[in-house]
């Protein structure tokens, strides 16, 4: 069975960091490229990052690029996303989701997700 | 960016109704387009990808047409557990991109 975990999210204070993780299971993880979205409290959905098997390939959005890196560590099937210099407009449910490279097929599969908050 | 404009936003609808979201991108992504489903306090679903192939699983009911920059999505008779919000999303370039979202609600 197909699983993705997101863990780390919590209540942190605007300028503060976190590290999301999102542990895969059930799939050859280092064949899929990784990405994380976002959705902000009652808003849509914003893609984040992109990271592709071999970490090669890495992309951001502009409003995250400079204070997110992307990462992942494919024998520990973990994705990782560390997030710098918070703001409250970061606050939301980040999910995590695989894709097939160079395939049109979408994000096949998506995490739960977990809930940042940047709030003093 | 690739801008990607659902429309409409919302709507009412009734079990048994056919419905259509369209999708529209700024500029041409082939068909590299996606629709997902999302139900409150859960992450969204992958209904349709390449614009019309039906994700394994997903009842066919559900349609998926288009190419280059206008893109549909219809459900032929509206069941109950449809009620939700939809989301194209380009997966043509990055930036990844999504539409704004379309709620289905009961009428």
């Known amino acids: 069975e197909v699983q993705l975990v997101e863990s780390g999210g919590g209540l942190v204070e605007p300028g503060g960091s976190l590290r999301l993780s999102c542990a895969a299971s059930g799939f050859t993880f280092n064949t899929y490229t990784m990405n994380w979205v976002r959705q902000a409290p009652g808003k849509g959905l914003e893609w984040v990052s992109s990271i592709c098997p071999t970490s090669t390939y890495i992309y951001y959005a502009d409003s995250v690029k400079g204070r997110f890196t992307i990462s992942r560590d494919n024998p520990k099937n973990s994705l990782y996303l560390q997030i710098n210099n918070l703001r409250a407009e970061d606050t939301a449910v980040y999910y995590c989701?695989?894709?097939?490279?160079?395939?049109?097929?979408?994000?096949?599969?998506w995490g739960q997700g977990t809930l940042v908050t940047v709030s003093s | 960016a690739i801008r990607m404009t659902q429309s409409p936003s919302s709507f009412s609808a009734s079990t048994g109704d056919r419905v259509t979201i369209t999708c529209r991108a700024t500029?041409?992504?082939?068909?590299?387009l996606a629709w997902y489903q999302q139900k409150p306090g859960k992450a969204p679903k992958l209904l349709i990808y390449a614009a019309s192939t039906l994700q394994s699983g997903v009842p066919s009911r559900f349609s998926g047409s288009g190419s280059g920059t206008d893109f549909t999505l219809t459900i032929s008779c509206l069941q109950s557990e449809d009620f939700a919000t939809y989301y194209c999303q380009q997966y043509y370039t990055y930036p990844r991109t999504f539409g704004q979202g379309t709620k289905v609600e009961i009428k």
């Open positions: 989701a695989r894709e097939i490279p160079a395939a049109m097929t979408g994000f096949d599969f």
């Open positions: 500029q041409d992504i082939s068909s590299y």
